[in-house]
């Protein structure tokens, strides 16, 4: 169907026009396209290293491990929370075989996509979020928890990965800040081998501690990974560098299963039942130990396209999900998963992001209303919680298409959707960072990707909404 068709008009075609001559020429002249096992070995390649300091003790062993949103296998993300309170019971239960816990499926998952296009050469944009199913807020409280997430811009792709591509930047978030590193900043470490170039990052427990780092916020890891390596060796002290908060406590951590030189080096295992035991840390977090009393654990990576479903209102959201504050997005394909089967219509559909809790103690929103999910997050370079960063006016100005990109293009001019400002976002709208922050609250630096940036022959691919990895239906971690 002709964008033109649905309200564009003389002005919608010269802001098209505009876009056209913006759009590097290179773009066109070097379109091409990754595989879908290239996708995949890009996110397995460039997946994060967890570092993750725990607050196990006093009983509540396992509530700060990583899982995935289905571990209690009832396909209820209701009641997640509630559930996952009893981890410790499972825990205890697995020393002496089968139980009410057994099926279980705790899986450490970061549920992950890739967003691929040209722009003076192939250029990828990873996210991957790490998913926990219980928080405490400032009151003391208990949440479901699904904000935390690690983004990489790759910049240079030239075919598999390895091959010379660089990361321009990587974004973590603190809570409701955006906290960038660029290229060759300190903060800004990895642990390179031959399997993969893994970001290290630190993440706090899911206790409340106001003031200091609390409630699975990510850092950078300010250490090298010699830094991390040497302890291993030496049985050192288990302790991270973090950005802007010195030195702090690691007690357990999680390293990509699809990366066997980072799983070597560490020692990592997959967590199942037989070995949820053994990989349980018990200490608090004020808790210093040596490296041979960190638990290292093996993770999957998943797609947030599993998740998007769930929050379609003819997809039975009412059983994960509020039916207040609904998105609009307009559709150009069908979401599908990985058998190529549409799990989520095309056309004008409306999804409700508000969290459905079973004990009504919280109302945090899901994956489809993250401003990470479309780009529209305001960088910063502060990790301070006491110093902006959580501000929504640059959110709020792209919907409205009331703000013009660093090359002159508005969401609703990039797009070409002429009536969708203020109305509903467009499936494939994307702001692109440059990396670097602006002082000007609703403003970025960066540009939205225009016209159909998304389309192989334009050498993209937008896997916000495709689902690229097996789901291994009732298998535990590590198993095939």
Known sequence: MCRLNRGLGLYGVLALTFAALCWPSQAQAQAWSLTTAQRQAFLQYYAPVVLKRGNGNDGRHGYDWVTNFDFDRDGNFSNNKLNWKQIPQYIDASRTGPSAWSGWRVRPTLYTSLIEFMDGGKNLVLIYHVYHALDKNAAGDYQLHDWERV?????????????????????????????????????LNFMQTATGKHLLIWQAEWSDKLAAAHGQELRFCTDPYSFFAGRMASAGKAEAGVNNDGKKNVHYAFVPEGSADAVAAFGAQALTYATADALASRYDNGKTVTWPNVKRITYELQDLADILPTHWQYGGYATHWKDTSPIDFWLESPIVNEAG?????AGMQRFFPQTRDIENEDDREGYIAKKWLLGTF?????????GGGGSSEFHDNAYASSVADSRG????????????PGTFWWQHDYFVHTGFTDSKDGVEHGFWLPGAWYSP?????????????DDRPGLESGQR
């Open 378 to 386: 305001e960088l910063n370079d502060s990790a301070s919680d006491f």
């Open 151 to 187: 983004e990489m811009l790759v910049q240079n792709v030239v075919g598999n990965p390895g091959s010379g591509e660089t990361v321009a930047y990587a974004v973590v978030t603190q809570h409701k800040r955006n906290v960038v590193r660029r290229a060759g900043h300190v903060d």
């Open 409 to 420: 293009r508005t969401r609703a001019s990039a797009s070409g959707y002429g009536t969708s």
């Open 457 to 469: 022959t334009n050498g993209g691919f937008d896997g916000r909404w495709v689902q690229l990895f």
């Open 341 to 345: 089967q549409a799990e989520v219509s």
